[in-house]
């Protein structure tokens, strides 16, 4: 693979000329990723991780069908939607296919924040849109046909990581809009590049039953997930639908104290077994799952005993309990545990700061913050 | 050209489907645009438009340089800038390498605001930026080498349209932001398909001396212009630098008032030439040229030609003078001018509300505007 700079000065350069808001994932250790296929990334010595937090590959990383599409659109024609073009026009009628009858009037952007008003019901689709819930292409569906938003907005995924976002609205939301003079939308938003990506995106999930995967798979992982949390103390809870997962980390399942330190100590452990994950919610204690759409059985299965073995080392070394290992803590283990102890609380404090999306990320399978009234793709 | 939909059709399919904020070109009769290449763009019949107005298509429309850096990189990876990668930092370097020295700092979006603190200096090249001042690569560099803004903000034409844009300050401002909990910038701004399609732009102007070009054509473009302001009354000034100039047009030397709607008919004439401008400031009275970098002294002759014929019938039709037909003006030909002048106001009416964007697109040659505190890319 052919690499500019080692690690160690693209690290160096990265902290001369890139601002420091902009975090590494292992902030402590980060990863140089040089290519990626499908669910799978590899660093700069060829090693392979399995991808479980890229969820704006959706379809896969550089999936041939997108970078195809682009590729076509690129030699034809890519500029602002102030001419009329048909890749424009084409996707947002696929979209608003998609969607009840009324959300039909597409604004367009590379990037963007929407502010509710009082009383509109906006649908946050950016993470848990285009089939990821499984059983729904949208997951307001979840709430019933009677539930229709005002407002739903779309984000990177919808491009597979190509810069477009997009928010629909109704005919009259959007002349409301048109006459408070609200001038907003990007005109390269819509682009016929980003047109075309997102068609093709449309035509892959579709085409290779994506919707449909995520369901299966989603299922079967949180069917393991599930086993591991009645053998895992440390688990509270799995909350979730298709591939967006989360697995609650708590150190008490009554008090429900977060497992903030342990978190950031298993994402770290996984990410040495070649497992991506993150830690998310507002104590960073949830482990999150949303690989890209195309994850497969296997790898949910190579997830859950990578999981498994951390968890069982790790509940050893804090004196909890695992199911099956009940009766096996023996006082000469328990120099060792406590030393390992001290070595997790000492990472999670290297990387307390690492995540600063971590008020975006949040999971947001309840109603209220899938109707969160300020958004932010 | 392989068309989904006929004009009239996507025309349809638009004021269906797509926001009203997104307004078209040339409202009361829009172009369909199918491919580009360089300076030109072609409409559903073929028609080859020269195109004034695109500086986002910086090195060129469809650029095959830019294509082929765009495709090797989304084959390998796209993805968030939260892992290391080669691309980003060394865009950042390279970015950072044509800046006074303390601009070292980069923030990569996808597109952006800046909100300016008191007594912060941004130089916005959003527009003005990457060789289109023709003498500098930067436009604030005209004000010489003692002025150095503390923020730098570069906009779509760093990616020749792909989305990207950039913030670029010093380390001091940078540490700033960060201890100031600004979680602002975007992790998808650098990813290493942006940053691709960044490095093959600047190697781009480099190579084909993009700059020199801007610089040399410019001043032919203006030299010309400036004969024509002899010769049309109508024309209040020629402002600019390289490869971004506005034609002023005015009713009245004296009074200044700004000549709307006839500069409204004259882009419409423009286009039926096949020439692509547009009316811009605050009384969209300026003819605003900001063409592709490859922009050429042919196009621009063949620019100021059309212009020429154009104003020379509407100051006719209007009954003032133009420097070679002062004494021409007969009895006879008022009637048929009067009429002439009743269409162009009809058609400054229908397109009254056609660009929502003037105040962003405003001309910028002074310095209190380069130096705007508050920014949108």
């Keep these: 693979m052919c690499e500019l700079y080692s690690k160690r000065d693209t690290l160096g350069l990265r902290k001369k000329h890139i601002g420091p808001s902009c975090k590494v994932f292992f902030a402590s250790d980060p990863i140089k990723i040089v290519r990626a296929q499908r669910q799978y990334m590899f660093d700069e010595n060829g090693e392979q991780y399995l991808d479980c937090i890229n969820n704006v590959a959706h379809v896969g990383h550089c999936h041939p069908g997108v970078v195809k599409a682009a590729l076509k ?63 729904h292409f949208w997951s307001f569906q979840m709430y019933g046909e009677d539930f229709v938003p005002d407002i739903v907005t779309m984000g990177k995924p919808m491009g597979n990581g190509h810069p477009v976002a997009c928010v629909v609205t109704t005919k009259e939301i959007a002349e409301a809009f048109s006459s408070s003079g609200m001038e907003y939308f990007n005109t390269y938003g819509g682009n016929p590049v980003s047109c075309a990506v997102g068609l093709a995106v449309l035509d892959i999930i579709e085409n290779e039953d994506l919707q449909g995967n995520a369901k299966r798979v989603g299922n079967y992982l949180t069917e393991l997930l599930k086993k591991q949390k009645a053998k895992h103390t440390l688990i509270g809870d799995i909350r979730g639908i298709g591939l967006f997962i989360g697995i609650d980390l708590v150190k008490d399942h009554l008090k429900r104290t977060p497992a903030t330190a342990e978190a950031q100590h298993i994402i770290y452990k996984m990410k040495e077994k070649r497992v991506l994950l993150s830690a998310d919610g507002p104590h960073r204690n949830v482990l ?8 497969t059985e296997e790898d949910a299965k190579f997830m859950v ?10 509940e050893e070394a804090m004196g909890t309990k695992t199911e099956s290992v009940t009766s096996e803590n023996t006082p000469c283990k328990t ?37 969160s009234k300020r958004l932010k793709t």
Tied chains: 1, 2.
């Design 73 to 135: 659109q690129m030699e034809l024609l890519n500029t602002n939607s102030r001419f009329l073009h048909d890749n424009i026009v084409e996707y947002a009628k696929r979209l608003s296919a998609t969607l009840p009858e009324k959300l039909s009037v597409c604004y367009f952007t590379n990037s963007g924040y929407v502010h509710g008003a009082g009383g509109v019901f906006i649908a946050d689709e950016v993470q848990v849109g285009f089939g990821r819930v499984g059983k």
């Design 288 to 295: 999150k799952i949303k690989p890209p759409m195309c994850f």
């Design 305 to 314: 005993d990578q999981l498994d073995r951390i968890l069982t080392v790790l």
């Design 335 to 371: 120099k060792m545990l406590k030393e390992a102890h001290i070595e997790l609380l000492r990472d999670s404090t290297t990387d307390s700061k690492e995540n600063p999306s971590r008020k975006r990320n949040g999971m947001c399978t309840d109603t209220h913050s899938l109707l």
